[in-house]
């Protein structure tokens, strides 16, 4: 799930691993340079209420039923998945979607396909995301339906010669005499940089940016608080209202009008801050800028105390290098400083029969 235990004073909790904190570090640093370019952004998220409420299921103090519907139905009913986007603008018009549930289930993410996704992106939100003036950038999750590959990846599971296909339309070079093992070792390397989403290139193409946010991080997220707030509207009205598909959407309807664009500017603004405060906590003062890494080059020359320095633009930067920040020397000891995983690594140089080999001697995390 990215995260790990960690033990402190005795005690187990819950921390980011260095993989998630990574894309988070990132999608810090990419939302605030685009808040410093001005973009306009359109939150989007799926939801879920029941024909009768679910008041049953909040947290209350005991005996404090302050905010509780007078009535409260244990059955809740039928459920309906809902999706909307938004953003400091209010709701964006012609963008909410409805959904009976079709299946018996609590979890609403299996009424929601990546078909039915890619429809609404394309019939609903496209066209009335291109009637909005600027730049517009699209902030969604990492949910199923939200990430369907533009392209089949190729998987273990796959047959030998489906395998070969691949790397043969690829224009990969392979050997026809090697395994299947085999043949997937050369294909793990090439996949990442195939790895697309489908919702991604639909809205490249019509000119608008999508933005994912880390996995886990609804808070970054304002239409969250949205959510809430039409939810406990619904769930403290719902009782007094018949029965019926009709008069859940009618409320709904209502709900979601309560919810007035200062207070959507509100939210996005309460989010922006919580996104600040978290980039100052990971990386203090840091420009969110992006630094020129310095590119530390190991190979095999005369003299061994010499180090060579590159700069290379940023379209030439693999992920690794980006996070290169710093770098010392001493004597056979060289330290790399990663700031972004916050994590340093000694390297010992050593001689093998007239070549150079670098030998990883610790590694350790900096709190």
Same mark, same amino acid.
């Given at each position: 799930?990215?995260?790990?235990?960690?033990?402190?004073?005795?005690?187990?909790?819950?921390?980011?691993?260095?993989?998630?904190?990574?894309?988070?570090?990132?999608?810090?640093?990419?939302?605030?340079?685009?808040?410093?370019? +001005?973009?306009?952004?359109?939150?989007?998220?799926?939801?879920?209420?029941?024909? *009768?409420?679910?008041?049953?299921?909040?947290?209350?103090?005991?005996?404090?039923?302050?905010?509780?519907?007078? %009535?409260?139905?244990?059955?809740?009913?039928?459920?309906?998945?809902?999706?909307?986007?938004?953003?400091?603008?209010?709701?964006?018009?012609?963008?909410?979607?409805?959904?009976?549930?079709?299946?018996?289930?609590?979890?609403?993410? %299996?009424?929601?396909?990546?078909?039915?996704?890619?429809?609404?992106?394309?019939?609903?939100?496209?066209?009335?995301?291109?009637?909005?003036?600027?730049?517009?950038?699209?902030?969604?999750?990492?949910?199923?339906? *939200?990430?369907? *590959?533009?392209?089949?990846?190729?998987?273990?599971?796959?047959?030998?010669?489906?395998?070969?296909?691949?790397?043969?339309? +690829?224009? $990969?070079?392979?050997?026809?005499?090697?395994?299947?093992?085999?043949?997937?070792?050369?294909?793990?390397?090439?996949?990442?940089?195939?790895?697309?989403?489908?919702?991604?290139?639909?809205?490249?193409? +019509?000119?608008?940016?999508?933005?994912?946010?880390?996995?886990?991080?609804?808070?970054?997220?304002?239409?969250?608080?949205?959510?809430?707030?039409? %939810?406990?509207?619904?769930?403290?009205?719902?009782?007094?209202?018949?029965?019926?598909?009709?008069?859940?959407?009618?409320?709904?309807?209502?709900?979601?009008?309560?919810?007035?664009?200062?207070?959507?500017?509100?939210?996005? %603004?309460?989010?922006?801050?919580?996104?600040?405060?978290?980039?100052?906590?990971?990386?203090?003062?840091?420009?969110?800028?992006?630094?020129?890494? $310095?590119?530390?080059?190991?190979?095999?020359?005369?003299?061994?105390? $010499?180090?060579?320095?590159?700069? @290379?633009?940023?379209?030439?930067?693999?992920?690794?290098?980006? +996070?290169?920040?710093?770098?010392?020397?001493?004597?056979?000891?060289?330290?790399?400083?990663?700031?972004?995983?916050?994590? $340093?690594?000694?390297? @010992?140089?050593?001689?093998?029969?007239?070549?150079?080999?670098?030998?990883?001697?610790?590694?350790?995390?900096?709190?």
């Amino acid at each position: 799930m990215g995260y790990r235990y960690k033990k402190v004073n005795n005690r187990k909790i819950l921390i980011e691993g260095p993989r998630l904190q990574s894309q988070k570090i990132k999608f810090l640093r990419q939302y605030l340079q685009l808040v410093d370019q +001005n973009v306009t952004f359109v939150f989007l998220d799926e939801t879920w209420i029941y024909e *009768h409420g679910s008041a049953v299921r909040r947290w209350v103090f005991e005996g404090d039923r302050r905010g509780m519907p007078e %009535k409260v139905c244990m059955n809740e009913g039928k459920r309906f998945t809902i999706l909307h986007a938004g953003g400091k603008f209010g709701f964006l018009e012609g963008c909410d979607l409805f959904l009976d549930s079709k299946v018996d289930s609590r979890d609403y993410h %299996k009424t929601m396909t990546g078909d039915l996704f890619k429809q609404w992106t394309e019939q609903q939100l496209i066209p009335n995301v291109k009637q909005m003036s600027g730049k517009v950038v699209v902030i969604m999750d990492n949910a199923p339906y *939200h990430s369907v *590959h533009a392209e089949q990846l190729p998987n273990f599971s796959w047959k030998k010669s489906k395998l070969q296909l691949w790397l043969h339309q +690829n224009e $990969i070079p392979f050997d026809s005499n090697l395994t299947k093992k085999q043949l997937y070792e050369i294909i793990k390397p090439n996949i990442l940089s195939r790895k697309k989403y489908l919702i991604d290139e639909l809205l490249s193409k +019509n000119g608008i940016q999508v933005l994912r946010l880390p996995p886990y991080h609804c808070q970054y997220n304002p239409i969250e608080m949205v959510w809430g707030f039409c %939810k406990q509207y619904y769930n403290k009205h719902i009782l007094e209202q018949p029965s019926g598909k009709l008069k859940v959407a009618n409320l709904w309807k209502k709900a979601l009008s309560k919810y007035t664009p200062e207070m959507w500017l509100n939210s996005v %603004k309460h989010c922006e801050q919580i996104i600040k405060e978290d980039w100052v906590r990971l990386m203090g003062n840091e420009s969110v800028q992006d630094i020129p890494p $310095i590119i530390i080059s190991l190979a095999d020359s005369d003299d061994e105390s $010499i180090i060579s320095f590159r700069s @290379e633009s940023a379209d030439d930067i693999s992920l690794e290098d980006e +996070n290169l920040l710093e770098c010392s020397e001493e004597e056979d000891e060289r330290k790399m400083v990663c700031k972004d995983e916050q994590m $340093i690594c000694l390297l @010992e140089t050593t001689e093998s029969e007239n070549q150079s080999d670098v030998e990883l001697l610790t590694v350790e995390f900096v709190d």
